[in-house]
């Protein structure tokens, strides 16, 4: 189902040079507030979780997965271009997995690796803090990636409406709110996050079973739909 085409010209996409700039950025600024928690506060463990988890977790990586999963195929949707790979002799559901792939790589790219360097300036990786949220960016990197490229295919105000989900439900919401923090994608990595460092420090507000079926439960539906989507898409001079 993996098409080697179909990846090159979404990684090209995926990493010109606007879209790249704030790839790096964001992962930069995590770096940087590291390093500056870490000389003000020292080798703090509750300050690691706290940055991790709040900007980290948090901030950087959806908007890192909004970036990917909506820059893998709604530009070509928005501006036609999508018509010609449609055109060629390629099944529209390798076309979905193929540029899901691409934007899961292109998210814990840029989410996990800073996630682990900024861990260990933090605090060494102490309590197992580092690799836990490490782990839990890997997690929510392909949720992200699923749930976005499906946002993309479906409407052509994506990055909007995927930046309103990451800034407002997931980074607001999601904190301060009981209820909302049990639909959010945040939680559930948490819970995998959790489970790795075996302490208080990493919580959530789900269990690691309900985390883990509705990571789970949320990818392969939005992949699911998002190839249904793209099926139904219809090219010029087809019935």
Same mark, same amino acid.
């Given at each position: 189902?993996?098409?080697?085409?179909? /990846?090159?010209?979404?990684?090209?996409?995926? *990493?010109? !040079? &606007? &879209?790249?700039?704030?790839?790096?950025?964001?992962?930069?600024?995590?770096?940087?507030?590291?390093?500056?928690? !870490?000389?003000?506060?020292?080798?703090?463990? #509750?300050?690691?979780?706290?940055?991790?988890?709040?900007?980290?977790?948090?901030?950087?990586? +959806?908007?890192?997965?909004?970036?990917?999963?909506?820059?893998?195929? $709604? +530009?070509?949707?928005?501006?036609?271009?999508?018509?010609?790979?449609?055109?060629? +002799?390629?099944?529209?559901?390798?076309?979905?997995?193929?540029?899901?792939?691409? $934007?899961?790589?292109?998210?814990?790219?840029?989410?996990?690796?800073?996630?682990?360097?900024?861990?260990?300036?933090?605090?060494?990786?102490? #309590?197992?803090?580092?690799?836990?949220? %490490?782990?839990?960016?890997?997690?929510?990197?392909?949720?992200?990636?699923?749930?976005?490229?499906?946002?993309?295919?479906?409407?052509?105000?994506?990055?909007?409406?995927?930046?309103?989900?990451?800034?407002?439900?997931?980074?607001?919401?999601?904190?301060?709110?009981?209820? /909302?923090? %049990?639909?959010?994608? #945040? #939680?559930?990595?948490?819970?995998?996050?959790?489970?790795? $460092?075996?302490?208080?420090?990493?919580?959530?507000?789900?269990?690691?079973?309900?985390? %883990?079926?509705?990571?789970?439960?949320?990818?392969?539906?939005?992949?699911?739909?998002?190839? &249904?989507? *793209? !099926?139904?898409?219809?090219?010029?001079?087809?019935?």
């Amino acid at each position: 189902m993996y098409d080697p085409t179909v /990846a090159r010209l979404t990684y090209r996409a995926l *990493l010109g !040079r &606007r &879209r790249a700039l704030i790839l790096f950025a964001l992962p930069a600024l995590l770096i940087a507030l590291a390093a500056a928690v !870490r000389g003000f506060t020292g080798a703090d463990d #509750q300050a690691a979780a706290d940055v991790l988890g709040g900007f980290a977790l948090g901030t950087m990586v +959806p908007i890192i997965g909004v970036i990917a999963g909506t820059g893998a195929i $709604a +530009p070509e949707i928005d501006d036609g271009s999508v018509v010609y790979l449609l055109s060629k +002799p390629i099944k529209r559901s390798s076309i979905i997995f193929t540029k899901l792939i691409v $934007a899961i790589a292109v998210t814990m790219v840029f989410s996990a690796v800073p996630t682990l360097i900024a861990g260990y300036l933090l605090n060494g990786n102490g #309590q197992q803090i580092a690799v836990a949220f %490490t782990v839990a960016s890997l997690v929510s990197s392909i949720a992200y990636a699923a749930l976005f490229l499906l946002l993309g295919t479906v409407s052509r105000h994506a990055v909007v409406f995927g930046l309103v989900y990451a800034l407002v439900w997931e980074a607001v919401f999601g904190t301060l709110i009981a209820g /909302a923090r %049990t639909l959010s994608v #945040q #939680q559930w990595s948490r819970a995998v996050a959790h489970e790795v $460092a075996g302490n208080d420090l990493v919580t959530s507000d789900v269990s690691l079973t309900t985390g %883990t079926v509705l990571l789970v439960v949320v990818t392969v539906l939005a992949t699911w739909y998002a190839g &249904r989507k *793209l !099926r139904t898409l219809k090219l010029a001079g087809e019935e």
